[in-house]
């Protein structure tokens, strides 16, 4: 959610429109997503000038010389009535160009066919861009804050359950699943693309330029993947990932559910946050669903479309409301033992209510799965998420410092520990200069335990990752029994893993269910009638209160009686 001067800004340009005579709030949000989509390409055209010049090698330019007219830092300086027109021809101006990105064929040209330039006054386009160009959206995330905010407009947030995904969650669940340039990855309820943004991000972040040019073809047009109905949901997904080097997004206008959506057996990643309170005509579902879990309510439907559609050993992130993991119907159940007893159930990470704020107080989980078609599940990572950095509240406030907020899963830094161990080690000895009290990534070394805990009471995400990553590992099982107790070894620190996790996470007793981290075994959950609510299997310590005996209060109470007697005898004797 975005707060304070950026807010700010962003009311003022929605306040533009309205002054300029357009108030429908769906032509808002579409007109200004065309002029942040037309801001990106110019900034993404001079990045990429930049580095073919560094490099000294050519690029595909994505403006023509008759097109350098079109590019957001020459629109800016252009005269008013020049300008709009550029905006408004329908022939040979900016929107017939960006209707022509991708290629003939492609579904990004396909949806972007209806786009149009909407706003009728020159002087108000003026004000817009003029507007526009103050707002700071160098990074990802305000540009995903943005476009959250503009989207609550619509209807309060969402409509059927359809709540935008808090970036910083969508990170987490990415950094987990760690997805691949051989994976194909999918969200079957796509909205803006959030969750193919923040893969495609994960995969340039840690490929080589090298390698991401060998899988240019797959990253173009197949790797990437989404359903959705909406039109102006389509469109912005498709510029989003647009902007982000995917030429042909392989988005589908469809209802993901429904008969006719066909695809199965296709995808090897699903990270999605599907409506959690739709419903769907019995006659329009696909049958195959209904023999998994026999419903109408499409957060259990989709869960059986992400079975059906990933292939064999695909994996998934599925933000699911808690009522999935608990409930009591033949549907809920049905779909729980099918993830359990007939694939691998991995994880379930219990989400505070407040994640959705401001648009809703609803309780979600994260549960990861993989499809095997033959079982797999033996002990499932149970962790109970009680701080995501930021207040629970409807304000959202950051608790805690912004660069790790956003730098949490620190990339490669675990790869660069040992460089910052070093560095600290060698300068030991050298006098302190001005700024070296700044903590930055050494908040999460082994010898920061301290300071690691007042920061993990705010913000749990880095231990959360990093306890996956662990359990994940080739050190698991070298400290630890298959129920999670701590076992007691004699090894150097290096061929356990401490020097490349957490200080607590090698250590930490995973069989201990009063801490927000354990494991429960296959048994467990199926003597409870495959309930996967944490509660279920949480263990809860009350602290003992001791009272005193009730003669000792008895006698505390009479000299309380007795000061306030003569208290009261001093009292009528001075009136």
Known sequence: MITGELKSQIDQIWNTFWTGGISNTITIVEQLTYLIFIKDLD???????????????????????????????????????????????????????????????????????DASFGINKAATLDLV??????????????????????????????????FRTPRHIIKLMTEMMQPTLE????????????????????????????????????????????????????????????????????????????????????????????????????????????????????????????????????????????????????????????????????????????????YSGVSTAIIIFTKTDNGGTDN?????????????DQKR??????????????????????????DADASADEPKK?????????????NKKEKQDTIHAKFNLPQILDHYRYLKSEYWGKMHSSKGELLHVQDVPENLGLDKFMSGTCTHDYADRTSQSFLVPLKEIKENDWDLSINRYKEIVYEEVEYDAPSEILERIKETNSVRNLLLEKLQKSL
Request: proline share 3%.
């Open 380 to 392: 499932v990572w149970f962790y109970d998420m009680q701080a995501d950095g930021k207040s629970l």
């Open 434 to 446: 001005e700024g070296d009290d700044k903590e930055d990534g050494y908040d999460f070394l082994p």
């Open 43 to 113: 900034e993404t055209e001079t990045r990429n000038e930049r580095m073919a010049k560094r490099l000294n090698k050519d690029f595909s330019p994505i403006f023509g010389k008759d097109q350098q007219n079109f590019r957001w830092k020459n629109l800016k300086e252009m005269d008013v009535q020049a300008r709009h027109e550029i905006f408004n021809n329908s022939v040979d101006g900016i929107f017939p160009f960006i209707r022509s990105l991708g290629s003939e064929k492609s579904l990004f040209s396909t949806y972007m066919k």
């Open 183 to 358: 994976d194909t990855i999918c969200d079957p309820s796509v909205g803006t693309a959030g969750f193919l943004v923040a893969a495609k991000e994960y995969i340039d972040k840690h490929n080589s330029v090298t390698d991401l040019d060998k899988h240019k073809e797959h990253i173009n047009k197949t790797m990437f993947n989404g359903t959705e109905f909406d039109a102006t949901m389509l469109r912005i997904a498709s510029m989003n990932l647009f902007l982000h080097g995917v030429e042909e997004p392989n988005i589908v206008d469809v209802d993901a559910v429904s008969k006719d959506n066909t695809v199965s057996d296709a995808y090897t990643l699903v990270l999605a946050n599907p409506p959690f309170k739709g419903t769907i005509d019995k006659e329009s579902i696909a049958p195959g669903l209904r023999n998994v879990t026999d419903t109408t309510k499409t957060e259990l439907l989709f869960l059986a479309l992400m079975l059906r559609q990933l292939k064999k050993g695909g994996r998934a992130a599925v933000i699911v409301p808690d009522g999935v993991l608990f409930g009591a119907g033949k549907a809920f159940k049905s779909i729980r033992s099918e993830i359990v007893k007939n694939h691998k159930l991995e994880a379930v990470i219990s989400l505070p209510s407040g994640v959705f704020q401001p």
């Open 397 to 422: 406030n950051l608790l805690v410092d912004a660069e790790l907020f956003n730098d949490f899963a620190f990339g490669d830094a675990f790869a660069k520990r040992k460089e910052l161990i070093k």
């Open 129 to 162: 861009i003029e507007k526009l160009e103050r707002v700071d959206m160098s990074k990802q995330d305000i540009k995903g804050d943005i476009y959250e905010y503009l989207l609550s407009k619509l209807e309060g947030g969402g409509t059927s359950g359809q």
